[in-house]
């Protein structure tokens, strides 16, 4: 006879998620709309040529024309074409030869009346700081390159740790309830979701320890609790959560831009109805940044060594006081695959493939939590809400795209049916009321010691790897990947020449 021990969680089911899928567009061998258009123009060109010209004139045509499908048919495993490999090199060289990738601020620098201005994608913004209907001071950014404005909340998150299943299962659900119905939220035009870890310095330890000791207490307690002040910050982390909302200047498309007052306005009595359904989704309190946390967030992540000079000082009861001309780094240098900046050496990695089938709820567990070999790690969720208007277009244009690939040969391949479904499955889903957003995620390494960018590199490909996720090194553009992954609101898509709409069709 055999025993066998079941557990409460062997007889529950666990709940899974998945179902997300990159949109298509329909073409022949691999081709999208674009590159299909292009290969049967030049056949047709080819013919014409052998009518007018002859056949060598034709033959030359057509090696150009194989040698342009080849640019857009070789992909590696990330996706991605040899053509926007090759335009992603080309423009390194040419901001290199520029001198782009330097930065020098300060009374040496080139900024503005020798301040520290923030550099890159973040050099032209403004802050402002205005109240809400709950008297609370909240910052507000604004974006003229994009014209968009932004507010970052703080939150403090529950953890999973000790949590019923029930009630993460819970947490999960009023989270995608949350992104859902941010797709009915007047003017708002992405969220991002920034997890930031940290090392502990020990002084809020310090601080809550010492104005609550008693004077009158024996020694040996006296003594217990400052050798415990002393010893316990050394290899702890903090765990810091943001999530960056960004509006539209307009209220609606072609409307009159508004100004920050007017911004300001309109979002003080709708940051209250934000924060308290964010609160339901796990997140725990929440609350909006004033302009000095922000600047302060900021400082810390292009400088860390500022981050126990600005701990010290509000231990001390002080207040650093900080402008947003203050914030920046006093040198940055962006490298084909890191960003040098201060005191500190960052590489960012960007998404490329969501992880395959379905997951649990706690897969990237391990990617956010702290590593002993990566001093500073930020994992930035980012979230493009799908307007309702247009979400039932998007998703059957991609069903009929994803129907096109699987006729299109007489023996389809397996993945193509599997995408067939999951593309059906989505339209489903949306026609029953269901929310549509895009989704991306960038992970950024800080290390203080430049020699151990290894073995940061290898921490986050191992950590991706239980993440199920395909991490792509964010090579030539370092320094606004960087930028990018700040708990600032920047919609990435909108600083790009190319639309993503025209290179998803390539």
Known sequence: MVLVAVTEDTRTARRTYGNWRRPTSPGLMGLGSIGTGVLIAGLVLVVITVMVAGLWQAVTLGTILGLVLLLLLAKDRHGRNLLSRIGARTGWWAARSRGAHLYSSGPTGRALWGTFQLPGLVAATR?????DSYGRRFALLYTPATGHYSVVLGTEP??????????????????GHWLANLGDEPSLEAVSVT??????????????????????????ARAMLTQAVERYPAGSSTVKAYVALTFTAAARTGGKKRTPEEMGHDLAARLPGLTQTLSATGAGASHPLSAQELCETIRIAYDPAAAALIDEAHAAGETPELSWYDVGPTYAEATYDGYLHDSALSVTWGMSTAPRGT?????LAKLLAPHRDV????????????????????????????EFR?????????????????????????AAGAGLLNFGMLVTATVLDPGKEADARAAIDGLSATARLRLRLLRG?????????LPLGLVLPRHLRVPAEMRDKL
Request: proline share 4%.
């Open 375 to 402: 001093a500073r790690k930020r994992v930035t969720l980012l979230y493009r809400p799908v307007d309702a208007a247009r979400a039932a277009a998007i998703v059957e244009a991609d069903l009929r795209a994803a």
């Open 127 to 131: 802050l402002s700081e205005h109240s």
């Open 359 to 363: 997951v649990q709820s706690g897969v």
């Open 477 to 485: 553009s370092q320094d606004s990947a960087f930028a990018g992954a």
């Open 195 to 220: 997890i930031e870890t940290a090392p502990d310095s020990g002084t809020r330890l310090r601080r809550e320890v010492m104005t609550h000791m008693d004077p009158g207490a024996p020694e040996f």
């Open 406 to 430: 699987a006729t299109s040969s007489s023996k389809p391949a397996a993945r193509d049916i599997l995408a067939t479904r999951a593309a059906a499955a989505t339209a489903s889903e949306e």
């Open 158 to 175: 529950d953890g999973s740790a000790l949590v019923d299943q029930e009630q993460i299962d819970t947490w999960v659900a009023d989270w």
